[in-house]
């Protein structure tokens, strides 16, 4: 027992002494939030970048970095993202990575946007026109004939121009950058080099990585709201803030192609439903992936003159199967349904790939054709049910008779008249049949 109690109050002796140890340098060491994103700008990039600032917040990091290589995007996603930066209490570094990315479009707005900008060697950014559906981007107007065509159906592309020029200027203002090329990059589309870049005073630095970028603005001042604050990054614990499933699954159903797909499945579904009652399955499919699809085109950039057509399109080309209509009402469903299907999202980095359109149009034809070549067999073939499929049928002679009897057609019992006398068994054609149910028939040449 003495042997025992040294020990035992030696490892108490450490144990009190281990809960009292101050924290570790790591633990210590200031907190940087990385979000990588590699895609367009839209609802699921705006989701994660969004959150990772206000975990950043709560977190108390130091400052959160956003490793961008995006071709641009959505304007009101963008939107989204440059107001949280500019609210966010915490430092944002927008970091053009890795070498060969570039940020084209909105990513310009959003690297002006943020209290560092900084770009990896071998990548660029500019080309910030606003570009709408179809290509058509937005130019200015040059002397007598700009200003006449402006006042004509360009001016909501010179409207939209100037807006952007305005946002973009009021960024570079903001954060001290080049604000004569942040106009050009948006009236004229220029771009820049990385190296090109940092000459222009268009971003603060290059930096090879994540780590080479949180050495280089170690002790750099970013003014922060109204105050100003020193970074301290050097040493820095880095927290990736990869995609979790929320994004995963929105950046899915986001996809303009995967939410097409979902309409069509959740309209045919429901059509499939209610003209056989009863299946279940196609119901419940159905419904689940058109709220699936409805929740996509709410966050979307939808034209709903397109959902429309669409719509419209597929009942015509149901209708077709319904109604005699030689195919007119299917070929005028199969018209509405691929405009409608290019003009769905109103936005040139968000829309439905065209050879998905073509794919369904051209499934969509091939049935409407299948089903014109069945309708037109179907109905040159004689009638099988009724008055008129009894005509020119074969019966026989049940028992003898002359004037009115009995013959049997197809297992049948049918009262039958014959101007001429008939025995039991005697094959018989039928020429005719009365308001009476009464059969009219003649004996076979070969029986007469």
Same mark, same amino acid.
């Given at each position: 027992? #003495?042997?025992?109690?040294?020990?035992?109050?030696? &490892?108490?002796?450490?144990?009190?002494?281990?809960?009292?140890?101050?924290?570790?340098?790591?633990?210590?060491?200031? *907190?940087?939030?990385?979000v990588p994103v590699? @895609?367009?700008?839209?609802?699921? @990039?705006?989701?994660?970048?969004?959150?990772?600032?206000?975990?950043?917040?709560?977190?108390?990091?130091?400052?959160?970095?956003?490793?961008?290589?995006?071709? =641009?995007?959505?304007?009101?996603?963008?939107?989204?993202?440059? @107001?949280?930066?500019?609210?966010?209490?915490?430092?944002?570094?927008?970091?053009?990575?890795?070498?060969?990315?570039?940020?084209?479009?909105?990513?310009?707005?959003? *690297?002006?946007?943020?209290?560092?900008?900084?770009?990896?060697?071998?990548?660029?950014?500019?080309?910030?026109?606003?570009?709408?559906?179809?290509?058509?981007?937005?130019?200015?107007?040059?002397?007598?004939?700009? %200003?006449?065509?402006?006042?004509?159906?360009?001016?909501?592309?010179?409207?939209?121009? #100037?807006?952007?020029?305005?946002?973009?200027?009021?960024?570079?203002?903001?954060?001290?950058? #080049?604000?004569?090329?942040?106009?050009?990059?948006?009236?004229?589309?220029?771009?820049?080099?990385?190296?090109?870049?940092?000459?222009?005073?268009?971003?603060?630095?290059?930096?090879?990585?994540?780590?080479?970028?949180l050495a280089k603005?170690?002790?750099?001042?970013?003014?922060?709201?109204?105050?100003? $604050?020193? *970074?301290?990054? $050097?040493?820095?614990?880095?927290?990736?803030?990869?995609?979790?499933?929320?994004?995963? *699954?929105? %950046?899915?159903?986001?996809?303009? #192609?995967?939410?097409?797909?979902?309409?069509?499945? =959740?309209?045919?579904?429901?059509?499939?439903?209610? @003209?056989?009652?009863?299946?279940?399955?196609?119901?419940?499919?159905?419904?689940?992936?058109?709220?699936?699809?409805?929740?996509?085109?709410?966050?979307?950039?939808?034209?709903?003159?397109?959902?429309?057509?669409?719509?419209?399109?597929?009942?015509?080309?149901?209708?077709?199967? &319904?109604?005699?209509?030689?195919?007119?009402?299917?070929?005028?469903?199969?018209?509405?349904?691929?405009? =409608?299907?290019?003009?769905?999202?109103?936005?040139?980095?968000l829309a439905v790939?065209?050879?998905?359109?073509?794919?369904?149009? &051209?499934?969509?034809?091939?049935?409407?054709?299948?089903?014109?070549?069945?309708?037109?067999?179907?109905? $040159?073939?004689?009638?099988?049910?009724?008055?008129?499929?009894?005509?020119?049928?074969?019966?026989?002679?049940?028992?003898?008779?002359?004037?009115?009897?009995?013959?049997?057609?197809? =297992?049948?019992?049918?009262?039958?008249?014959?101007?001429?006398?008939?025995?039991?068994?005697?094959?018989?054609?039928?020429?005719?049949?009365?308001?009476?149910?009464?059969?009219?028939?003649?004996?076979?040449?070969?029986?007469?």
């Amino acid at each position: 027992m #003495n042997d025992v109690m040294p020990s035992l109050r030696a &490892l108490l002796l450490g144990l009190f002494l281990l809960c009292g140890l101050p924290p570790s340098v790591a633990d210590t060491a200031p *907190l940087v939030l990385v979000v990588p994103v590699k @895609s367009a700008i839209g609802p699921a @990039s705006q989701d994660r970048i969004v959150r990772a600032l206000a975990d950043a917040r709560e977190q108390g990091a130091e400052l959160v970095v956003i490793q961008l290589d995006t071709p =641009g995007g959505l304007d009101f996603s963008m939107r989204e993202i440059i @107001s949280a930066i500019l609210a966010s209490p915490v430092p944002v570094a927008t970091f053009v990575a890795p070498p060969g990315a570039r940020a084209a479009s909105a990513g310009t707005y959003i *690297l002006y946007a943020s209290h560092v900008a900084a770009m990896a060697p071998a990548t660029h950014l500019g080309a910030a026109t606003p570009v709408r559906l179809g290509g058509a981007s937005p130019s200015p107007p040059e002397g007598d004939a700009g %200003e006449e065509k402006t006042a004509g159906g360009d001016a909501m592309n010179h409207k939209m121009l #100037n807006d952007a020029v305005a946002y973009i200027r009021g960024l570079a203002k903001l954060r001290g950058r #080049n604000v004569e090329w942040a106009e050009r990059a948006v009236r004229e589309a220029v771009t820049l080099t990385a190296e090109e870049a940092l000459a222009q005073g268009v971003i603060d630095l290059i930096a090879d990585d994540v780590p080479d970028l949180l050495a280089k603005v170690d002790g750099r001042r970013v003014q922060v709201g109204a105050s100003e $604050r020193v *970074l301290h990054t $050097r040493g820095a614990r880095t927290e990736w803030k990869r995609p979790d499933w929320r994004s995963r *699954l929105l %950046e899915l159903i986001t996809d303009p #192609n995967v939410a097409y797909v979902l309409m069509l499945i =959740g309209i045919y579904g429901l059509i499939l439903e209610f @003209s056989n009652p009863g299946q279940v399955v196609p119901g419940v499919i159905g419904a689940i992936a058109l709220l699936l699809a409805l929740y996509a085109f709410q966050i979307l950039p939808v034209s709903y003159a397109g959902v429309a057509l669409i719509v419209l399109g597929l009942l015509f080309m149901i209708g077709e199967a &319904l109604l005699p209509t030689a195919g007119l009402l299917g070929l005028g469903g199969l018209a509405a349904f691929v405009f =409608g299907s290019v003009i769905l999202f109103d936005d040139e980095y968000l829309a439905v790939s065209l050879p998905l359109v073509g794919g369904t149009a &051209l499934v969509a034809g091939g049935f409407l054709l299948w089903l014109l070549v069945r309708v037109v067999g179907l109905r $040159r073939r004689p009638p099988v049910t009724g008055e008129d499929a009894l005509v020119g049928r074969h019966a026989e002679v049940v028992e003898d008779f002359r004037g009115r009897g009995r013959v049997r057609v197809g =297992g049948e019992l049918w009262w039958a008249e014959s101007a001429r006398p008939l025995r039991a068994g005697q094959r018989v054609r039928i020429l005719e049949v009365d308001e009476g149910l009464v059969l009219r028939v003649a004996p076979e040449p070969s029986d007469s």
